[in-house]
């Protein structure tokens, strides 16, 4: 079955500083990738998703995210981030005839400072 | 897209007593699912609810605990039973879109056991 490792639990940065947050994953198919966030109080909304073609996707917010397949990661990424991007980011993945069973990483809390 | 509507956003109980959580979705769908995250911890699946016949629960999940209703297509319950401190966790419900293989959350109920 798929996983999915987010290698960070935390991550501290300063506005407008550049942030990644990294995930792999595993699976010996094909897969969907997702990143997911979790507001303060809130359920999760998804962010960006990959399902096929081009390998870098973006978010409306300014994120994004490249699937990698030889190093199996789909770490995110966002130039210059804001106080307001404070949130917890989950990684998930799917298999593309199995969407059902999606599986979601540790999580990582983006904590971005003043 | 699809919007759920997920009741109580969050509630404190007594040990030993139920509560019953709804979950409400805007479109007719096949599957619904359940999860739990506990503090500081990712999402857990803890079952998949089919509308017409019994839920299916992942391993370390019993129905006795967390009976599931699914009577139609927009609509399901959780109920987490004779509870205790351990089962405080936000509980969220999820569908996901079979074309484009994301899944949609409730916002959660955020439940306390004292």
């Known amino acids: 079955a798929q996983s999915v490792t987010q290698l960070d639990s935390q991550v501290p940065v300063f506005e407008e500083a550049p942030v990644e947050l990294r995930c792999n994953y595993s699976?010996?198919?094909?897969?969907?990738l997702f990143w997911y966030v979790q507001y303060p109080n809130q359920g999760l909304q998804l962010l960006l998703k990959?399902?096929?073609?081009?390998?870098l996707v973006e978010s409306i917010n300014g994120f994004e995210a490249e699937f990698n397949k030889s190093q199996t990661s789909f770490h995110l990424r966002k130039p210059s981030v804001h106080i307001s991007d404070t949130a917890e980011y989950f990684c998930?993945?799917?298999?593309?005839?199995?969407?059902?069973?999606?599986?979601f990483g540790a999580g990582t809390r983006l904590t971005v400072k003043p | 897209s699809a919007v759920i509507s997920q009741k109580p956003s969050r509630d404190i109980c007594q040990r030993g007593t139920s509560l019953t959580i709804q979950c409400q979705v805007d479109?007719?769908?096949?599957?619904m699912f359940w999860y739990r995250q506990q503090p500081g911890q990712s999402l857990t699946l803890i079952a998949t609810?089919?509308?017409?016949?019994?839920?299916?629960?992942e391993s370390g999940f019993v129905i006795d605990k967390f009976p599931i209703s699914r009577p139609n297509l927009t609509f399901s319950t959780l109920t987490v039973s004779n509870m205790s401190p351990e089962d405080s966790s936000i509980y969220l419900c999820?569908?996901?879109?079979?074309?484009?293989?994301?899944?949609?959350f409730g916002q959660g109920t955020r439940l306390t056991v004292v």
């Open positions: 998930a993945v799917t298999e593309p005839y199995n969407n059902n069973d999606m599986r």
């Open positions: 609810a089919n509308q017409g016949s019994e839920a299916t629960y």
């Open positions: 990959y399902l096929s073609g081009s390998t």
């Open positions: 699976s010996s198919v094909s897969v969907y």
């Open positions: 479109s007719q769908v096949t599957m």
């Open positions: 999820s569908v996901v879109n079979p074309g484009g293989g994301e899944a949609f």
